[in-house]
């Protein structure tokens, strides 16, 4: 049965404007075209590394976080690949040898996807010349692929990679892992839905049946908005039944990057999204799987928004939301902000700069404790004034 949302638009508020730029630290910027950071704890240290591809500079490189000591200076690095257009990189042991491999995906002229398997001597991993690059075959030349999510969708083989893309043909579908992961020419792909441009897959239990479903945004296309595959069953889906498509909202908007949090802590995860109308989406789950929908102005009426997160960030008990934004119409104000909620009910939040002046096409935003000092970090990505990879100290401690 397909979820059908409950349309509420608020009021736009005008927002008050508050506070000064946290600092801002530099991972690197010695490429070009930095797009999005995805986590993962790589050498078991307990502290949070990075994967970054490079659109421009043609490279995928990994960054091992060097200690809360050495936080804010530029993270011991690797390049682990050099491939045309990336638009993803994402951590997974796709071979299950205990080394944490990285997967790319590539659009432009390429249109494939690849593996870049990492040294199995944990010694190794920073050395460039260890890493060897591979592609998928059956992604090659396919689809502009965007978007990759590490996931077992069949309980066979081990970890599959359910994968993205925009454009002609564009869909959602999987790549099934063969019994042999090395062996590339296995593995085989699997279209679960057609697509116009995936931003965004998450894994959630969208429907709390105790499977993981698969949560995504599109942002093109007759079909856009935000949507969710469900999975048919443990039984059910090693016999190749069909993932359901269900509509959430957002079909009035160009959605971006969205994230799958408790924003008003009733216990069921609610997903924000940004969007390309100059304001922030905020869908809330109710006990009975509906969902309502509400918008709030984006920063500084900004209308082209890129990601939202969800996090407490002035540790007042209260989640917020923080904001990044592409490109906008001048004058420029700070690509990356805050916005802080006095409750849990809260539709006027007030906006707090993250970044300053500097920067402009701001990407995917990551909220995680950097410095271990107990409140959450922002690390995102730069592309036009090639800020590059870098992280917003937070200074709520």
């Given amino acids: 049965m397909i979820t059908k949302p409950l349309f509420i638009v608020l009021a736009i508020p005008a927002f008050a404007f508050a506070s000064e730029p946290w600092l801002r630290h530099t991972i690197d910027n010695g490429s070009r075209g930095a797009d999005g950071a995805r986590l993962a704890d790589v050498n078991n240290d307990g502290l949070p590394d990075l994967v970054t591809p490079w659109e421009e500079g043609g490279i995928i490189r990994v960054y091992l976080h060097p200690g809360v000591q050495s936080a804010k200076q530029p993270w011991p690095r690797v390049t682990v690949g ?3 257009s990336p638009e993803d990189a994402v951590f997974v042991d796709l071979d299950t040898d205990g080394a944490i491999d990285v997967v790319s995906s590539c659009e432009g002229v390429t249109k494939t996807m690849f593996v870049h398997w990492a040294p199995e001597d944990p010694r190794d991993y920073l050395k460039a010349e260890k890493w060897q690059t591979q592609p998928f075959p059956a992604t090659k030349g396919k689809e502009a692929w965007m978007f990759a999510l590490p996931k077992d969708m069949d309980g066979k083989h081990g970890v599959d990679l359910v994968v993205s893309s925009k454009g002609v043909g564009a869909s959602v579908g999987w790549l099934e892992a063969p019994k042999n992961a090395r062996d590339l020419t296995q593995w085989d792909y699997h279209r679960l839905a057609d ?15 105790s499977f ?3 949560l995504f945004s599109d942002r093109r296309g007759a079909g856009r ?6 999975h048919p069953g443990r039984g059910l889906n090693e016999a190749g039944t069909p993932w359901s498509l269900h509509s959430i909202g957002g079909r009035d908007h160009e959605v971006m990057f969205i994230d799958y949090a408790d924003l008003n802590d009733d216990g069921s995860n609610d997903i924000v999204a940004a969007t390309h109308q100059g304001e922030i989406l905020i869908l809330e789950q109710h006990g009975d799987r509906s969902w309502q929908q509400a918008a709030i102005a984006a920063p500084f009426q900004s209308r082209n928004g890129k990601s939202v997160r969800v996090g407490d960030i002035d540790l007042d008990g209260v989640t917020d939301l923080v904001h990044s934004t592409e490109p906008n119409p001048p004058p420029r104000e700070p690509g990356v902000t805050w916005l802080a909620r006095a409750s849990k009910e809260d539709i006027q939040p007030v906006v707090h700069p993250i970044s300053n002046r500097e920067g402009t096409k701001f990407d995917l935003l990551q909220l995680v404790d950097i410095d271990r000092d107990g409140d959450l970090d922002v690390i995102t990505c730069e592309e036009r004034d090639n800020l590059g990879l870098i992280w917003y100290e937070n200074p709520a401690r």
């Fill in 225 to 230: 908005g935000i949507k969710w595959l469900e």
């Fill in 82 to 84: 050099k491939v045309a």
């Fill in 212 to 214: 993981a479903d698969i």
């Fill in 195 to 209: 697509a116009g441009w995936i931003m965004s897959l998450i894994e959630a239990d969208v429907n709390g049946d």
